[in-house]
């Protein structure tokens, strides 16, 4: 049978360090001074930029219904959640980034839909919804692999080409778009 015995310290008798030599309370290093004044008054900035940054989730028309959260932490906004289309996925990012006192933004939503969507069926939708747009018409072209649409084809200015991008955010089942389009001023 083993016995254990009591080491002593090099600060004397028992364990540990002695009553005498208590370690100083260290305050975080990140913390500047107006920073740490905000919090000892328990008015935190980011408790009000994460208000702000909730409001704006759930009071937009678009977005209530989907329960999405949302976090402040040092001035970047993270917002979690699951949406349908990449075109919303991009609107909460542009909604949150013009909140005054947000500095940076996370990324932590998801596109996913409730139902199976082939590629097949991403690359219709993208190309009706082409289609429909007097101004592209049939200009431009789609191809879906896993998801991620690639426009093809040539169009005469860049704001067509952003046109066609935004075309391609709203279909479902789309995680990304990737412009593949030549930009030929000279055509009619």
Known sequence: MRRFTRLKSRWGPGYGRPSSLHPRPREARWMDAEHRDRIVQGNKPEDDLQAAVCQALMHDINLRSYGLEGTVIEGTARVQGVVDTLAEKLYIKELVT????????????????????????????????????????????????????????????????????????????VISVISQLSIAPDMD
């Not at 409730?114 to 590629?119: E, F, L, M, S, Y």
């Not at 860049?158 to 955010?169: D, G, N, P």
Request: aromatic share 4%; glycine share 10%; proline share 4%.
């Open 98 to 173: 013009t909140i005054p006192g947000i500095q940076a933004y996370q990324d932590g939503v998801s596109v996913s839909t409730d139902g199976a969507i082939t590629d097949n069926d991403v690359e219709m939708e993208i190309s009706e919804e082409l289609l429909a747009d007097p101004m592209i018409g049939d200009q431009v072209g789609v191809q879906v692999r896993d998801g991620t649409a690639y426009l093809l084809g040539q169009v005469p200015s860049k704001e067509m080409e952003s046109q066609a991008y935004q075309l391609a955010c709203r279909a479902r089942g």
